[in-house]
């Protein structure tokens, strides 16, 4: 069957009033999560993951993925209005956008960030569509070598591109990969790390871990740092654009989808690059007064780095959905949704569960539509959530989340678990240790574990049996790049400055 049938079939199933009730919830919970600094669409799906256990899988996929489109339209709300990106990948659209918005043209800049990410959005899924069969045929011949690679790749390039340094980034993978052989050894029976405790002989639920490290953790970092002034928020009335700013915005519309999507889909890619290369590309190609308004309110600024983060989130699920391999936050917190549910994503996920997978994308173009209503008229509105006192906001985050847990299994070890987690999170944003390489640890941890094991007993304990399959060694190089690449810039940037630099006894003017 071709991938426009199964779209089409997709179509039939998204578009169902039971499933178009979800996506609707998903895009305003997104929305309004993005709208509100530190609280992201990764805090947001994990905590809905405990409430989710009674929802039809395909229906909880829709909302979440709604809940994602939504963060990335969201974020650019507060970058523009508070100078306060919602999402780290919004800090970009906050340099022109809220310069815009001073200078008495927020409703130009809020359309433009809204129209610009339904555009972005609803090529990037098209490429999505086109892009996950080719890749799901080209992964249905991956062997267990080959699946530890890519697993290896995914702990490089997340831990790499995530942190501030590799060794913080190498740190939060190990906490997580620790996680992760919480519980009963699946080839020896033997428990390990479980303290006698009888509760975690099944290991640590994946959806306390990241309810915990996300959710909780975030709320106390967020909580420990609140400012009690209300903030200055620019007023704003219904978005709109002129002649003028469609003309200049559509190339930087279609320029940044072009730069999102293959980032989007690249181990730690994310959004956060794509965005500032767009901003870079638009500044470079600015002229007349184009070029006099940057520093001061250009709309490509905001134009082109809001759709490279919308077309990254569509990138995002092409390695998720075809390999099961998250490349971001939010994308680890899905692969656990997943696992939730008893699906492993990858190549069986698409002929074994056709209906999910195609009713998910084709609601990306439902929920693309619904965020392009809800954000042009509702504008206004959003900016007045943004008044909502943040004590309230988080010691409801708090209790939710611990609602959540408990009704998991209805134990107390949940809850202790949880609030260890909790903790653990908000130190790890203290000292600058990433979350996010400790989820896709935790998560992927125990499938490197079973199928570097499967491919030793294959090769009989010879250790090459991992580099025979090219794909696997092009994998593990690719890993070994992304370990040392920011080693190697350091170095040359520092062998540089060096060399600029004269020796002490060497006058300047010499």
């Given at each position: 069957m071709s991938s426009f049938q199964l779209l089409l079939d997709g179509f039939a199933a998204a578009l169902t009033p039971v499933n178009l009730m979800y996506a609707l919830i998903g895009v305003t919970l997104g929305t309004l999560v993005g709208v509100l600094p530190g609280i992201g669409p990764a805090m947001t799906v994990a905590l809905l993951l405990p409430i989710t256990f009674t929802v039809p899988a395909a229906s909880a996929f829709i909302m979440f993925a709604g809940i994602y489109y939504g963060g990335m339209y969201g974020g650019s709300t507060t970058s523009i209005l508070l100078n306060t990106p919602g999402e780290s990948s919004s800090m970009i659209t906050a340099l022109e956008g809220n310069k815009m918005a001073r200078r008495g043209r927020a409703a130009q800049a809020l359309a433009t960030a809204a129209i610009g990410s339904f555009v972005a959005g609803t090529i990037a899924t098209a490429l999505l569509v086109v892009a996950a069969p080719a890749v799901v045929a080209f992964a249905i011949s991956f062997g267990p070598e080959d699946y530890f690679a890519l697993a290896i790749l995914a702990f490089t390039a997340v831990s790499s591109v995530l942190s501030r340094s590799i060794v913080r980034g190498l740190a939060?993978?190990?906490?997580?990969?620790?996680?992760?052989?919480?519980?009963?050894?699946q080839q020896t029976g033997q428990a390990r790390l479980t303290l006698g405790i009888p509760q975690l002989l099944d290991g640590i639920d994946v959806v306390i871990v990241a309810v915990g490290l996300f959710a909780l953790g975030e709320a106390l970092y967020v909580a420990s740092r609140l400012r009690h002034a209300p903030p200055e928020i620019v007023p704003v009335g219904r978005a709109w654009m002129g002649r003028a700013d469609w003309r200049r915005s559509w190339r930087p519309w279609l320029r940044g989808t072009a730069l999102g999507f293959p980032f989007g889909a690249l181990p730690g890619g994310g959004a956060e690059i794509p965005t500032f290369l767009s901003y870079a590309a638009e500044r470079r190609l600015a002229r007349g007064v184009a070029r006099e308004e940057y520093g001061k309110g250009a709309i490509e600024g905001v134009a082109g780095p809001e759709a490279a983060n919308n077309a990254s989130a569509a990138g995002t699920l092409v390695p998720l959905l075809t390999?099961?391999?998250?490349?971001s936050a939010t994308a680890a917190i899905m692969l656990a949704a997943f696992q939730q549910y008893g699906l492993?994503?990858?190549?069986?996920?698409f002929n074994h569960n056709p209906a999910l997978v195609w009713g998910m994308i084709a609601s990306l173009f439902i929920g693309n539509a619904m965020l392009l209503v809800l954000n042009l008229p509702l504008a206004p509105l959003w900016a007045k959530v943004l008044r909502i006192q943040r004590p309230y906001l988080y010691a409801g985050i708090v209790l939710f989340a611990a609602l959540g847990v408990y009704a998991l299994n209805g134990t107390v070890v949940d809850l202790f678990v949880l609030f260890l987690l909790g903790l653990l999170g908000y130190a790890m944003r203290r000292f600058g240790l990433p979350v996010a390489p400790a989820v896709i640890g935790m998560i992927l941890g125990p499938m490197a574990e079973?199928?570097?094991?499967?491919?030793?007993?294959?090769?009989?304990?010879?250790?090459?049996?991992?580099?025979?399959?090219?794909?696997?060694?092009v994998l593990l190089?690719?890993?070994?790049l992304a370990l040392f690449t920011p080693v190697l810039k350091k170095v040359m940037a520092r062998r540089n400055i060096d060399e600029d630099v004269p020796p002490a006894h060497v006058k300047a003017d010499d």
């Open positions: 939060s993978l190990g906490l997580g990969l620790m996680i992760g052989l919480v519980g009963i050894d390999l099961g391999l998250p490349t492993q994503p990858g190549p069986q996920l079973i199928q570097l094991r499967r491919a030793l007993a294959i090769g009989a304990g010879d250790i090459s049996v991992l580099v025979r399959s090219p794909v696997a060694a190089a690719l890993a070994l």
